[in-house]
């Protein structure tokens, strides 16, 4: 009886089934459409900045705003012998202070066509992300700007033709891989590019050269000025990471930055990024403005820490970020919790704070300071 | 005397590595493509399953690519020697990431799920036997190894291992992995197909990997690129 009692507890306390350790052989079967995607719902509680210009400007009487951000995102594609159709589409309904309005993008939809091992073809709409920063990419010089509060958030592509040739070696230099874009703009047409008749012709070659991924792109445009990157990134260590971008127009200005990711013993990865624009705005610029574009200083430093299962929490983690203007010392600082559940629901909640001088660039924003929670179901 | 003690000690050390090797190739082919299943299970019960497609050529190139659950879904990692990447489809574009880093959360680690070789990692430095097993003490190769020594006890009917005790630099146990469920996945491959494992950072806590199919299969080394890391659903096909 005693043995009996003792088995079932052992039983018990491994809660492992029969189940858990079968296949299901159906579960890896293709299909020719697939498809995937999520459901997102934001909701942001703010509090208002009476010192703000634009709130002054604006004539607000409230101290708080409300604002909901939704958004359907379904993302495919499609096999068919060598050829893929490949999209992401993108609705949308947003309300801000009890305005709505509703947006529906094509963020990708392209095909792509795979010529043999080493060469293929893309034709259509399409992201390509170019670079290795995490909050900023200043080589991405055929990418839409990216919101560094938002880094992993998908976004639009343009119109283009891309041809990759891809090619494996043994020894110091194990890849290379050459992408040449062909990307017409109209007044219709990648217009947030460039808005009239024009043509760009890019090429980025990639290496992966003494286990460090490294690009060189040039870029040219029959109506604007040329433009050349450079981008890094490498391992030093198993742990520790660090990367780099630098874009120059020729007789334009250039942009540059620094950053690394490192990963405690304690299992914190801390990521921090610095980035310039010789464009950018100076202190005494951005100063008198009522409102500047998020972002448009001339340098910035971005530190994120971040701790994966805080209190042995599985499938959670915990966050800090301050992004700080380096001209005129203002900061956003966030600080979060994320969990996904086993339900393909994912939650991220945070607490964000503007701080600075009146007439600094966080300083002099409507907001003061927001609640901010996003919960994203996945399909 | 010391000469020939020195030279037998280094032959059967060899014959181990041999044998690491012989343990490798029955776990997995040169060349393959396998499906497998992790789940990870909590102190209360509650569990969560991830379903992994993976492809492995030589000693240092794997891709891998989640198929379930949806959250994790179109998520693909790339390891190519000391390299190890992570393609996240909203993101758009791999970044590079460290070995120990979890991408599931729970027991595994990257290194768990993109496991190379043995014998790429290790080396033997002592072993020894019995009736029915053997029992190898590894020692990392370098320090981006997740686990700085392993003790591995193989079966020596089918060549495959039965446990593996996984500890720090520091001698610290950090997980052991037990290996069951011995069964024929295609010619030549009869592994284990169940691997459990259990650490004690997560008390209570298990996980479970079921390998569902391996198959023999030669892939290019422009498999094991940046530019294929968002195709890897491709080669399913």
């Known amino acids: ?379 | 005397m010391k000469i020939l003690l020195a030279l037998v000690t280094s032959a059967s050390l060899l014959s181990a590595n041999t044998l690491l090797e012989k343990v490798d190739r029955n776990l997995q082919p040169v060349s393959s493509e396998s499906y497998k299943k992790l789940v990870n299970i909590e102190p209360d019960g509650s569990k969560k399953e991830f379903l992994l497609y993976q492809v492995k050529k030589d000693k240092d190139k794997m891709v891998s690519l989640f198929l379930e659950p949806e959250s994790e879904k179109g998520r693909a990692t790339l390891r190519l020697g000391d390299n190890m990447w992570l393609y996240i489809p909203n993101v758009g574009k791999p970044i590079r990431i460290a070995s120990m880093q979890s991408v599931v959360g729970g027991v595994f680690n990257n290194s768990d799920i993109m496991r190379l070789d043995f014998s790429a990692e290790y080396t033997v430095t002592s072993q020894k036997e019995s009736s029915s097993e053997y029992s190898l003490t590894l020692k990392a190769k370098n320090d981006t190894v997740a686990y700085d020594k392993l003790i591995m006890t193989v079966d020596k009917k089918s060549i495959t291992p039965k446990k593996v005790v996984c500890y720090s630099s520091t001698n610290m146990l950090i997980k052991t992995l037990r290996y069951k469920d011995v069964k024929k996945f295609a010619t030549g491959i009869v592994r284990p197909a169940v691997v459990e494992t259990v650490s004690p950072f997560y008390k209570g806590y298990k996980s479970i990997m079921v390998y569902g199919k391996i198959t023999p299969k030669n892939f290019a080394n422009e498999v094991f690129t940046l530019d294929n890391i968002s195709k890897v659903g491709t080669l399913r096909r």
């Open chain 1, 1 to 379: 009886m005693r043995r009996a009692l003792l088995l079932l507890m052992c039983l018990c306390s491994t809660y492992v089934s029969a189940d858990d350790y079968s296949f299901d052989m159906e579960s890896i079967e293709t299909k020719s459409f697939e498809y995937s995607g999520y459901l997102r719902s934001e909701y942001k509680y703010q509090n208002l900045n009476p010192d703000s210009p634009l709130y002054t400007l604006l004539n607000k009487s409230d101290n708080t705003q409300h604002t909901s951000l939704n958004e359907a995102l379904f993302r495919f594609t499609h096999y068919k012998d060598d050829f893929k159709l490949i999209g992401a589409l993108s609705a949308r309904y947003n309300n801000i202070d009890g305005v709505g309005e509703d947006i529906f993008t094509i963020y990708q939809l392209y095909t792509n066509h795979k010529l043999s091992l080493n060469h293929s073809i893309d034709v259509g709409k399409k992201t390509l992300k170019w670079g290795t920063g995490y909050f900023f990419n200043p080589a991405a010089l055929l990418d839409r700007p990216k919101d560094p509060t938002q880094p992993e958030n998908a976004y639009e592509g343009y119109v283009m033709a891309n041809y990759t040739y891809n090619k494996s070696f043994e020894g110091d230099l194990k890849n290379l891989k050459l992408d040449l874009i062909y990307m017409p703009t109209t007044s219709k047409i990648n217009d947030d590019f460039f808005n009239e008749r024009s043509s760009t012709l890019a090429m980025k070659l990639y290496l992966l050269y003494l286990d460090t991924d490294m690009e060189f792109i040039y870029l040219y445009n029959d109506r604007t000025k040329d433009k050349l990157g450079f981008t890094f990134s490498k391992n030093l260590l198993p742990h520790f990471e660090v990367h780099g971008e630098y874009a120059k127009e020729l007789d334009g200005y250039h942009s540059y930055l620094l950053g690394l990711k490192y990963v405690t013993e304690t299992d914190v990865t801390i990521t921090s990024e610095y980035y310039y624009n010789s464009e950018g705005l100076t202190e005494e610029q951005i100063s008198p403005a009522v409102k500047i574009d998020p972002f448009s200083a001339k340098s910035y430093f971005v530190n994120k820490f971040s701790k994966k299962e805080p209190f042995d929490i599985v499938y959670s983690s915990i966050y800090f970020r301050d992004m700080l203007n380096l001209e005129d010392h203002s900061h956003l600082d966030t600080v979060g919790f994320t969990y996904t559940f086993k339900n393909n629901l994912a939650i991220d909640f945070s607490y964000n704070l503007n701080t600075g001088k009146n007439e600094s660039e966080f300083g002099k924003k409507m907001v003061s300071d927001f609640a901010w929670l996003k919960a994203t179901w996945y399909y």
